[in-house]
T-cell receptor, first 112, second 113 residues
Framework: GESVGLHLPTLSVQEGDNSIINCAYS??????FIWYKQESGKGPQFIID?????DKRQGQRVTVLLNKTVKHLSLQIAATQPGDSAVYFC???????????FGKGTKLSVIP | DTEVTQTPKHLVMGMTNKKSLKCEQH?????MYWYKQKAKKPPELMFV???????INESVPSRFSPECPNSSLLNLHLHALQPEDSALYLC????????????FGSGTRLTVV
């Protein structure tokens, strides 16, 4: 797999702008995908999920897009707020393996 | 109660010590998980318990020993750890192993000296 290195990919956005966080997943047979938000000193928190039979799912201020052709997942956050600053992880179910595998993570920093 | 509670929040232990991490949930979830998370990395699965039985062990060294005394509690017993075992240890639970709506605890920050 790709080497992560010591630094998380970082996305800096101005407060009020929209954010797009991307994730490339590994298993083409994965059926279920989740986005988690992890704030400093806390455990991951569920944001939104999507099944492989869907291309798009919307929540409150968040939208997840799934492109199975290129194994790509994205999380869109509308009107980003300072409280959205965190590390965001995508996770996949690995084709019914009964365990979640997390992607590498992206650190979102919101500039007030 | 919709939380997973982990204790202690912080732990410093020597390489010859024996300690235990504790995790508790009262949501009626029958699947519980231990994850290890190093700094700036994603959580990595260690163990899965389903209906109080160990169902997945991701080739974790024997110095980590999980225990599930009942459906609400999950322990991780630590013995003869190495400095590279220092990490955030996260516990999670879900209704069962086919349900991926995990609820995570805030973790135990472990430092091995």
């Amino acid at each position: 797999g790709e080497s992560v290195g010591l630094h998380l990919p970082t996305l800096s956005v101005q407060e009020g702008d929209n954010s797009i966080i991307n994730c490339a997943y590994s298993n083409s047979a994965s059926d279920y995908f989740i986005w988690y938000k992890q704030e400093s000193g806390k455990g991951p928190q569920f944001i939104i999920d999507i099944r492989s039979n869907m291309d798009k799912r919307q929540g409150q201020r968040v939208t997840v897009l799934l492109n199975k052709t290129v194994k790509h997942l994205s999380l869109q956050i509308a009107a980003t707020q300072p409280g959205d600053s965190a590390v965001y992880f995508c996770a996949e179910d690995g084709a019914g393996s009964y365990q979640l595998t997390f992607g590498k993570g992206t650190k979102l920093s919101v500039i007030p | 109660d919709t939380e997973v509670t982990q204790t202690p929040k912080h732990l410093v232990m020597g390489m010859t010590n024996k300690k235990s991490l504790k995790c508790e949930q009262h949501m009626g979830h029958r699947a519980m998980y231990w994850y290890k998370q190093k700094a700036k990395k994603p959580p990595e699965l260690m163990f899965v318990y389903s209906y109080e039985k160990l169902s997945i062990n991701e080739s974790v060294p024997s110095r980590f020993s999980p225990e599930c005394p009942n459906s609400s509690l999950l322990n991780l017993h630590l013995h003869a750890l190495q400095p590279e075992d220092s990490a955030l240890y996260l516990c999670a639970s879900s209704q069962d192993t086919s349900n991926y709506g995990y609820t995570f605890g805030s973790g135990t920050r472990l430092t091995v000296v």
